[in-house]
């Protein structure tokens, strides 16, 4: 059973186009996260969802937009894609436990080449 | 503003020695700290954490330490196999809602 899954693995587009990633968790999680990792590995946030609201809004371009139906997905809409924004995103979920620890499990990760 | 350093360098170590990894912290004071392991083409995963309040905290060949005072943690893998490589990330909680601030990630390659 996969618990946070992401789909497309793969995108590979031309500039300008707009394209969708989605992702779903089955874990039962409140929060839900969208992150970037560029050639350099650094994991950026980029949005973080708490039962479908927007809670974390990092500087993102707002050629990016979150949309969470409900608690158990969130997706991610890029408008007018640009060579910069190649990089592999990943979702991730987490439920901050009584102690306030949160751990996060991610998904394998959508690797998103713009050309 | 808040900031985590981890050795950028790949670490190679011989089979059955233990691996160390450090992290530091700078301009913050995190309530706790996770250690996550990330493969290639795949997602982080969870490997460890540990609390302001502890030394450390162990899970079979992992060992995680955490000095406040240094703004440091380490990271060691006792009887290194070479199914350890992998990129190991530190990962402090921030100050504001649970979010946790990521470093770069060391890669170790564990030679037979």
């Known amino acids: 059973d996969t618990a946070v899954s992401q789909t497309p693995k793969y995108l590979v587009t031309q500039m300008g186009n707009d394209k969708s990633i989605k992702c779903e968790q089955n874990?039962?999680?409140?929060?839900m996260y969208w992150y970037k990792q560029d050639s350099k590995k650094f994991l950026k946030i980029m949005f973080s969802?708490?039962?479908?609201?927007?809670?974390i809004n990092e500087t993102v371009p707002n050629r990016f937009s979150p949309k969470s139906p409900d608690k158990a997905h969130l997706n991610l809409h890029i408008n007018s894609l640009e060579l910069g924004d190649s990089a592999v995103y990943f979702c991730?979920?987490?439920?901050?436990?009584?102690?306030?620890?949160?751990?996060?499990?991610f998904g394998p990760g959508t690797r998103l080449l713009v050309l | 503003s808040q900031k985590i350093e981890q050795n950028s360098e790949a670490l190679n170590i011989q089979e059955g020695k233990t691996a160390t990894l450090t992290c530091n912290y700078t301009?913050?004071?995190?309530?706790?700290l996770q250690w996550y392991r990330q493969d290639p083409g795949r997602g982080p995963v969870f490997l460890l954490l540990?609390?302001?309040n502890e030394k450390e905290k162990r899970k079979e060949r992992l060992k995680v330490t955490f000095d406040t005072t240094l703004k440091q943690s380490l990271f060691h893998i006792t009887a290194s196999q070479p199914a350890d490589s992998a990129t190991y990330l530190c990962?402090?909680?921030?100050?504001?809602?649970?979010?946790?601030?990521w470093g770069a990630g060391t890669k170790l390659i564990i030679k037979p």
């Open positions: 991730a979920s987490s439920q901050v436990g009584t102690g306030g620890e949160e751990t996060q499990y």
């Open positions: 874990l039962g999680h409140d929060t």
């Open positions: 969802y708490n039962n479908k609201e927007l809670i």
């Open positions: 301009n913050y004071s995190p309530a706790y």
């Open positions: 540990i609390r302001e």
């Open positions: 990962a402090p909680r921030g100050n504001s809602n649970y979010q946790l601030i």
